[in-house]
């Protein structure tokens, strides 16, 4: 799955426990009628995919939907969902459908001539 959208918050990187399993949480907002602010974490070696992004940056981001359950102390079972991001990368925000050039890029006709043949059909 993917999310796209803003950067709004990168977290440190944390560390917990004894294996010194490592952590660390993003926030893209979402570009739509209804803005989402959705939550991303990243854990282990995927912690360091977030060095080279930044706050307000247009990024898509490659994700897994976790879930799993657990037993408290008093046999009661409860379940947690997150969102584990394995992939990110730079979205450009003039990026054209097709991957059509911009029209800069294309140099200007200046030896048109009116009587040349073309077969468009207007």
Known sequence: MELQGKIKMIDETKTFGNNGFRKREL??????????????????????????????QEVKVSINLRGREWVNPQGETK??????????????????AGNIPPM?????????????HDDLPF
Not at 28 to 42: A, G, L, N, S
Not at 79 to 96: K, L, M, P, T
Request: hydrophobic share 35%; proline share 3%; aromatic share 12%.
């Open 27 to 56: 926030v893209v907002t979402t570009d739509e009628q209804y803005p989402q602010h959705i939550m991303v974490e990243f854990v282990q070696d995927k912690c360091d995919l977030l060095n080279n992004f930044g706050i307000g």
């Open 79 to 96: 379940y947690f969902n997150s969102i584990q991001g394995w992939r990110i990368e730079a979205v450009q925000a003039n990026a054209n």
């Open 104 to 116: 800069d890029t294309f140099e200007p006709a200046n030896n048109l001539r009116e009587e040349d």
